[in-house]
C-alpha cells in the first residue's frame, strides 16, 4: 500500500467514524416478507441523531413492520439494522437488552394495558429494566412522567377505560418515557385525536425532543405533524425508502406519490396553515422577545 492508499483509507475510516457518531439508526438493505408478500425490498434509511424524522407512505407500505423490524419484534429476511452503532439483528434478548433501555415505544393504537391503570402501565418498563427499583420511587418516576406529558397528576388511578383518545395517547408517550429514552418511537401518534389535540400532542412532542435532546422516529398521515415538527421526512413506496429530506427537498424530486401527497389539497392546506402559525410566532415573538418561544 502507498503511504496515499494509506493516507485515503485513513480518510475513510475518519469519514465513516464521523458519520456514525450522528447516526441513531441506520438500515441497509432490509428486506421483509409475509409469505409471497414482499414487504420491504432493499430498503436504507438513516436517522440523525437530535431529529424527529417524520416517515410517511400509503397504507399497507411497510412503516409499522419497518419499526418493528428496527426494535426486534420482526426478524428481517436480510440486511442491517444499527441503533448507536450496535447490530440489532440475530442479537440475543439478552444482548439487546443494553440498547432496548435506551429507546421508547407508542405503538399504533397505543397499546395501553387495559386491566392497569395509567401510573401502572408507565411502571411496567421500570418493573422490567429495573426489577431492583422499590415501589416508592417507581411511583415517583410515573408521576413524573405522567405530568410530563402534560397529564393532570389525577389521570394516574385511572383506567384506560376512563381516558379520552387523547388521554390515553399521552399516557402511552408516558410509558414510552419512562426509562428516560434517547430514542422515541412514535406510530401515528395523532391518529384519531381532533385538530387541537393532535396540534398540542405535536407541540409536547417537539418540547420533549427539544429539552430532552430525543432522536424520534415518527410515522404518521397527519400533514400538519409532518410540516410543523418534523425535521426531515423519509417516503416509503416502492418496498424502498424512495425519498428523504426535508419538506423543500421532497417536493424538488419528481415522484408521483410526493407530488400527489404534499401538492393535493389537503399538502396546500397544511403549508398555508403553517405558514400561518409561523406568521403569529414570528409576531408573537417580535412583540414579547423574551416569552416568543414554545
Ligand atoms: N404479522 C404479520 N403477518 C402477516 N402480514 C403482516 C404482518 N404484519 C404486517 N403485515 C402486512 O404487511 C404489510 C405492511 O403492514 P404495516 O402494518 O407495516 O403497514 P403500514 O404502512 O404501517 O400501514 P398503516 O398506514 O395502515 O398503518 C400489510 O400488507 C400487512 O398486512
Ligand atoms: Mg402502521
Known amino acids: 500500500m502507498s503511504e496515499q492508499d ?97 429507546w421508547g415505544v407508542l405503538f399504533q393504537g397505543g397499546a395501553l394495558f387495559s386491566t392497569l391503570t395509567v401510573a401502572e402501565n408507565v411502571e411496567v418498563p421500570i418493573r422490567e429494566y429495573y426489577p ?62 381532533d385538530p387541537i389535540g393532535a396540534a398540542a400532542f405535536d407541540d409536547q412532542t417537539r418540547k420533549l425532543q427539544q429539552t430532552l435532546g430525543l432522536t424520534v422516529f415518527l410515522i404518521t398521515h397527519d400533514l400538519d405533524t409532518l410540516y410543523s415538527i418534523c425535521d426531515r421526512v423519509a417516503v416509503l413506496a416502492d418496498k424502498k425508502v424512495t425519498a428523504v429530506g426535508t419538506i423543500d427537498e421532497l417536493l424538488a424530486t419528481d415522484h408521483p406519490w410526493i407530488q400527489e401527497y404534499f401538492n393535493g389539497p389537503r399538502g396546500r392546506a397544511a403549508t398555508a396553515a403553517v405558514s400561518r402559525h409561523k406568521d403569529r410566532e414570528q409576531t408573537q415573538a417580535a ?6 418561544r414554545r
Open 132 to 193: 431492583n427499583i422499590g415501589p416508592q420511587l417507581r411511583d415517583e418516576i410515573a408521576a413524573y412522567k405522567i405530568r410530563m406529558t402534560g397529564l393532570p397528576t389525577e389521570a394516574g388511578p385511572k383506567y384506560p377505560s376512563e381516558l379520552s383518545g387523547g388521554m390515553k395517547k399521552r399516557a402511552g408517550l408516558a410509558r414510552a418515557l419512562a426509562l428516560d429514552p434517547d430514542l422515541l418511537f412514535l406510530d401515528e401518534p395523532t391518529a384519531g385525536l
Open 6 to 102: 494509506i493516507a485515503q483509507a485513513e480518510e475513510q475510516r475518519i469519514d465513516e467514524a464521523v458519520q456514525t457518531a450522528d447516526i441513531a439508526i441506520s438500515v441497509r438493505g432490509l428486506r421483509n416478507s409475509f409469505g409471497d408478500q414482499l414487504i420491504h425490498d432493499g430498503l436504507d434509511l438513516d436517522v440523525r441523531k437530535g431529529e424527529i424524522l417524520g416517515v410517511v407512505g400509503g397504507s399497507g407500505t411497510g412503516k409499522s413492520v419497518l419499526m418493528r423490524s428496527i426494535i426486534g419484534l420482526q426478524t428481517p429476511d436480510e440486511g442491517e439494522i444499527h441503533v448507536f452503532g450496535e447490530s440489532m439483528v440475530g442479537r440475543s434478548d439478552d444482548e439487546a437488552l443494553a440498547i432496548r433501555k435506551r
Open 287 to 292: 412583540q414579547s422577545p423574551s416569552d416568543g
